[in-house]
């Protein structure tokens, strides 16, 4: 028997690159241009770049890269490089603020960073407080005017060097990625990603959410957020198809490129899918048939997206859960065999949860002193969960132990648990607002509000009160030419949650602001509307 064979990455690599050369990678670059390449045109410029790492960049086994990357081609070769031989990708969230960068990369000690040339300039800043990194690498074919010190093109770095051999034996409990939360409160804290835990998440979620050769996968979700959600490894895995989109996130881009490509699998946040939804309305000859399932996440999907998508395009949206922490997907919400026999409503009653947890995964929801409570669709409590692939600490943070209790990750998550197994996400903690002592779900009301025809986005937060000490108030975006009215909204609400939850102000504003991984940012909201009932 061989059940202390290593579980490592490498091994899908080669797997999938022996049995699929010839699948197409399609990758939209920071130029705008699109390159296509295959398998097995990649695998040559993998083992390059590994070979590269080493005797030209001088990066040891255990030590971290850097990327500062879109979701493109060499991205891609990044990831691969460095899992196989045991370097450290360190994805680096361009949307974090300059000090927060600082901070995760001297934490992470980034050896070299990689950076695509549109970003150069927002890393240039910074430079002088980056104690660890020794080179600068531009992700294209010319490092000139990058505005970095002593910067190679990535293409000069990877010509001449011989391709790798072999790849290395690695312990199964070393890390190959590591990533940052995106740090809303307090400096961000680091999870890393090893062999094992994403080996099993990859085997996992394949098992979950099938993906086969047949499949052409775009990861719309950010590669600098927890490894696009496992896409890149998963899909490589089963030998699919790989559409990366690369720097326009926009509707009027992603739309097309599903069409042009026939994407069958995408992956991203509501906020994409909302403005997917807008472009599909007012453009009714685009043509999305080739795609049949998009996981969302990141966010509470709102109910009128799901249905939307299927009524008007066929198109099943999954919502998923998860965590940095939870390498990160671990729930999906799956129709039950006897569920199918459903009217549709009812099933969208399952469909807008969270989902049942991945196999190999236990969760549970405990009250304020730690007391597991009933799983009856009732009882709400904060969610706990554990599982081979769910980190057991935060790189090198003395923080630790404010998150991980008897052996359960806290995720901060209030939820119900239904008798079916399925979990529905009450609030983040820290979003729920309490009135009178009495709780409100900011992301109830949300979900309602997005559901009326003339809401493009809504979030909801608390706001100071003289009598019941936080009151919800809701900030709205219309659609273009919109117009709807605080009393109409108000009105539109009624019928779905009872009167003490409805919010004592609708505002009206241009934008909502979202943190670094595409999220409503509410501490921004909180803050600058918490004294608006005052007085």
Same mark, same amino acid.
């Given at each position: 028997?061989?059940?202390?064979?290593?579980?490592?990455?490498?091994?899908?690599?080669?797997?999938? &690159?022996?049995?699929?050369?010839?699948?197409?990678? /399609?990758?939209?670059?920071?130029?705008?241009?699109?390159?296509?390449?295959?398998?097995?045109?990649?695998?040559?410029?993998?083992?390059?770049?590994?070979?590269?790492?080493?005797?030209?960049?001088?990066?040891?086994?255990?030590?971290?890269?850097?990327?500062? @990357?879109?979701?493109?081609?060499?991205? =891609?070769?990044?990831?691969?490089?460095?899992?196989?031989?045991?370097?450290?990708? =360190?994805?680096?969230?361009?949307?974090?603020?300059?000090?927060?960068?600082?901070?995760?990369?001297?934490?992470?000690?980034?050896?070299?960073?990689?950076?695509?040339?549109?970003?150069?300039?927002?890393?240039?800043?910074?430079?002088?407080?980056?104690?660890?990194? %020794?080179?600068?690498?531009?992700?294209?074919?010319?490092?000139?005017?990058?505005? #970095? !010190?002593?910067?190679?093109?990535?293409?000069?770095?990877?010509?001449?060097?011989?391709?790798?051999?072999?790849?290395?034996?690695? $312990?199964?409990?070393?890390?190959?990625?590591?990533?940052?939360?995106?740090?809303?409160?307090?400096?961000? %804290?680091?999870?890393?990603?090893?062999?094992?835990?994403?080996?099993?998440?990859?085997?996992?979620?394949?098992?979950?959410?099938?993906?086969?050769? $047949?499949?052409?996968?775009?990861?719309?979700?950010?590669?600098?957020? @927890?490894?696009?959600?496992?896409?890149?490894?998963?899909?490589?895995?089963?030998?699919?198809?790989?559409?990366?989109?690369?720097?326009?996130?926009?509707?009027?881009?992603?739309?097309?490129?599903?069409?042009?490509?026939?994407?069958?699998?995408?992956?991203?946040?509501?906020?994409?899918?909302?403005?997917?939804?807008?472009?599909?309305?007012?453009? !009714?000859? @685009?043509?999305?048939?080739?795609?049949?399932?998009?996981?969302?996440?990141?966010?509470?999907?709102?109910?009128?997206?799901?249905?939307?998508?299927?009524?008007?395009?066929?198109?099943? &949206?999954?919502?998923?859960?998860?965590?940095?922490?939870?390498?990160?997907?671990?729930?999906?919400?799956?129709?039950?065999?006897?569920?199918?026999?459903?009217?549709?409503?009812?099933?969208?009653? /399952?469909?807008?949860?969270?989902?049942?947890?991945?196999?190999?995964?236990?969760? %549970?929801?405990?009250?304020?002193?730690?007391?597991?409570? !009933?799983?009856?669709?009732?009882?709400?409590?904060?969610?706990?969960?554990?599982?081979?692939?769910?980190?057991?600490?935060?790189?090198?943070?003395?923080?630790?132990?404010?998150?991980?209790?008897?052996?359960?990750?806290?995720?901060?998550?209030?939820?119900?648990?239904?008798?079916?197994?399925?979990?529905?996400?009450?609030?983040?903690?820290?979003?729920?607002?309490?009135?009178?002592?009495?709780?409100?779900?900011?992301?109830? #009301?949300?979900?309602?509000?997005?559901?009326?025809?003339?809401?493009?986005?809504?979030?909801?937060?608390?706001?100071?009160?003289?009598?019941?000490?936080?009151?919800?108030? @809701?900030?709205?975006?219309?659609?273009?030419?919109?117009?709807?009215?605080?009393?109409?909204?108000?009105?539109?609400?009624?019928?779905?949650? /009872?009167?003490?939850?409805? !919010?004592?102000?609708?505002?009206?504003?241009?934008?909502?602001?979202?943190?670094?991984?595409?999220?409503?940012?509410?501490?921004?909201?909180?803050? %600058?509307?918490?004294? /608006?009932?005052?007085?």
């Amino acid at each position: 028997m061989m059940d202390d064979f290593p579980l490592l990455l490498s091994t899908l690599y080669d797997r999938a &690159v022996r049995l699929f050369p010839d699948q197409q990678i /399609v990758s939209i670059e920071s130029d705008r241009s699109l390159i296509r390449t295959s398998y097995g045109q990649t695998d040559e410029r993998i083992r390059r770049l590994a070979t590269a790492l080493d005797r030209r960049l001088g990066v040891s086994q255990g030590q971290a890269v850097g990327t500062f @990357a879109w979701n493109n081609q060499r991205h =891609h070769e990044l990831y691969w490089a460095t899992a196989n031989t045991g370097r450290i990708c =360190h994805t680096l969230n361009i949307r974090l603020f300059a000090e927060q960068l600082v901070y995760i990369i001297n934490h992470g000690e980034d050896q070299v960073i990689f950076v695509d040339p549109d970003l150069a300039p927002l890393l240039a800043p910074i430079v002088s407080e980056l104690k660890t990194v %020794k080179t600068f690498v531009v992700m294209g074919e010319d490092a000139s005017g990058c505005g #970095l !010190p002593d910067a190679i093109a990535y293409e000069d770095l990877i010509a001449d060097g011989a391709p790798h051999g072999a790849w290395p034996q690695l $312990a199964e409990g070393s890390p190959h990625m590591f990533c940052y939360t995106s740090g809303t409160t307090g400096d961000p %804290k680091g999870v890393a990603y090893t062999q094992r835990s994403t080996y099993m998440h990859v085997i996992s979620n394949l098992a979950t959410v099938h993906i086969s050769p $047949a499949d052409n996968v775009m990861p719309i979700v950010p590669m600098f957020h @927890a490894s696009a959600w496992g896409y890149p490894f998963m899909a490589t895995t089963q030998g699919a198809r790989l559409t990366y989109p690369g720097p326009d996130l926009s509707a009027e881009a992603l739309v097309p490129l599903i069409e042009s490509e026939r994407v069958t699998f995408s992956a991203g946040v509501p906020t994409v899918m909302l403005g997917m939804k807008q472009y599909l309305e007012t453009h !009714p000859n @685009a043509d999305i048939s080739s795609l049949q399932a998009f996981l969302c996440g990141g966010a509470a999907v709102p109910r009128s997206l799901i249905e939307w998508f299927w009524k008007a395009q066929g198109v099943r &949206v999954l919502q998923g859960w998860g965590m940095t922490e939870t390498n990160p997907v671990a729930s999906v919400a799956l129709l039950k065999p006897h569920m199918m026999d459903w009217d549709f409503d009812r099933q969208l009653d /399952v469909m807008e949860t969270a989902g049942m947890p991945t196999a190999g995964l236990q969760v %549970k929801i405990v009250d304020d002193e730690g007391r597991r409570l !009933p799983e009856d669709g009732e009882a709400f409590g904060e969610l706990l969960i554990r599982g081979p692939w769910v980190t057991a600490e935060y790189y090198n943070d003395p923080r630790t132990p404010e998150s991980f209790q008897d052996g359960w990750l806290r995720t901060g998550d209030v939820c119900k648990i239904t008798p079916e197994g399925y979990v529905r996400i009450t609030d983040r903690a820290k979003d729920l607002i309490k009135s009178g002592g009495e709780w409100i779900s900011s992301v109830d #009301l949300e979900n309602q509000l997005m559901a009326h025809p003339q809401v493009m986005e809504a979030a909801v937060v608390g706001a100071r009160h003289d009598k019941w000490q936080e009151r919800p108030v @809701a900030l709205v975006v219309t659609r273009e030419g919109s117009e709807v009215t605080e009393p109409q909204l108000l009105e539109f609400l009624r019928p779905h949650v /009872v009167n003490w939850w409805l !919010p004592d102000r609708v505002i009206f504003i241009d934008e909502i602001p979202k943190t670094g991984t595409g999220k409503f940012d509410k501490k921004v909201l909180r803050d %600058k509307h918490w004294e /608006v009932l005052s007085g």
